[in-house]
């Protein structure tokens, strides 16, 4: 049996952090034994390992305050688990995943790229780009990804890529789910639901999403904006202040973080995506589609290859064009919404299904660890 060590930043709710958690828990364990190593802290995914019987460990170091206590605590862990390989999930584990390649403390090194033109880890990211020559190879989640970390200086020995994968079976059009959960969250049948499935993050451009929002809501009288993500909600003064700064307190519902999206999801008419840059490949986009969802969302990251004819795509930045895509969609009326999300979720299936996506994690471990 090949014991993989996973090294991630953080376990908080996040596409990378969702992918890490289908990977291993589906994982074939009478091939693979998973094991999960927290950065920082367990966070929301931490209790979906442990319940799933895969080793989690974690190093509890504060974000951005480097702890020689946690690297010893590393250190300790890989020598008690003894991988045959150590995959490293986003910027700072791939610095430290390098540091214990080093150190001798790991055979085999591969890094996880799940962004793109992200802001704020400069520093980081060309520390990673004179090194890329190092691990075994570097896995990206969107070709996006591959092309900006290639123009800032990434040249790893092998690049791989495994786009996103997601569960059709727990992901899935239900109509029963629908009128329950629009029950619950009290979404008239008559509403035309737009959500925008974020947490609250520049990158996510919650304020074009809000200005969009104000342009259409005049026009369309039937359409609610529902917003779902980690800071989300009327704790956040920034997004209180937008929300009454357009006047849309009765147009738009905040619902916070949410951990039950094959819920959620069929709940709605249109899954809109807003970002201004970073993306990868934005998991709630293939989540929305597996569920019969059209959406509606900024050319960012990987966006144009996973909605491809199912949806509509807008420049970043440009509130007016994404209210004319909201527009468009609504005019299609239900049965052009459903036949698109029918295409949607068909290309879902063809293209980025889990059970692939798992697949090819594990002949590339398959085929590192053999050396």
């Not at 890490?20 to 828990?25: D, E, I, K, Q």
């Not at 290639?150 to 109509?175: C, M």
């Not at 998991?283 to 491809?308: N, Q, R």
């Amino acid at each position: 049996m090949i014991t993989i060590a996973h090294l991630i930043t953080g376990l908080e709710t996040g596409g990378a952090e969702r992918m890490l958690v289908h990977l291993v828990t589906r994982t074939d364990r009478a091939r693979f034994r998973p094991v999960v190593i927290s950065m920082t802290r367990p966070g929301a995914m931490g209790p979906m390992l442990s319940g799933a019987g895969v080793g989690l460990h974690v190093l509890g170091i504060r974000r951005s305050r480097p702890d020689p206590r946690g690297i010893v605590r590393l250190v300790l862990i890989l020598r008690a688990t003894r991988p045959a390989l150590l995959q490293s999930w986003l910027y700072h584990a791939d610095l430290l995943g390098l540091a214990m390649l080093r150190l001798g403390q790991v055979p085999h090194l591969v890094w996880g790229v799940h962004a793109s033109d992200v802001s704020g880890v400069a520093a980081t990211r060309r520390i990673l780009a004179w090194s890329s020559g190092q691990p075994d190879a570097v896995v990206t989640v969107s070709l996006a990804g591959q092309r900006f970390h290639e123009r800032i200086g990434y040249r790893p020995r092998r690049w791989v890529y495994i786009p996103n994968g997601f569960d059709t079976e727990a992901l899935q059009p239900n109509e029963e789910t629908r009128r329950n959960s629009r029950g619950m969250l009290g979404i008239a049948e008559s509403a035309v639901a737009i959500l925008l499935p974020a947490r609250y993050h520049p990158m996510k451009d919650h304020a074009t999403f809000l200005t969009a929002a104000a342009k259409l809501s005049s026009l369309r009288p039937e359409v609610l904006f529902v917003l779902a993500g980690s800071g989300v909600d009327y704790a956040n003064p920034a997004i209180a202040a937008a929300i009454a700064g357009y006047g849309l307190g009765d147009r738009v519902m905040v619902l916070g973080e949410r951990h039950d999206l094959d819920a959620l999801y069929p709940a709605f008419d249109i899954v809109s995506l807003s970002s201004a840059y970073g993306e990868a490949m934005p998991m709630v986009l293939g989540e929305a589609m597996a569920c019969g969802i059209p959406c509606v969302a900024t050319d960012c990251g990987d966006a144009t290859a996973i909605i491809e004819d199912t949806g509509i795509l807008v420049p970043r930045r440009d509130p007016a064009a994404l209210a004319a895509a909201w527009e468009r969609m609504i005019g299609l009326g239900a049965e052009g919404r459903r036949a698109l999300g029918e295409r949607a979720r068909a290309r879902v299936l063809d293209h980025y299904a889990l059970a692939t996506t798992v697949s090819r994690y594990e002949a590339l471990y398959d085929e590192i660890a053999a050396r």
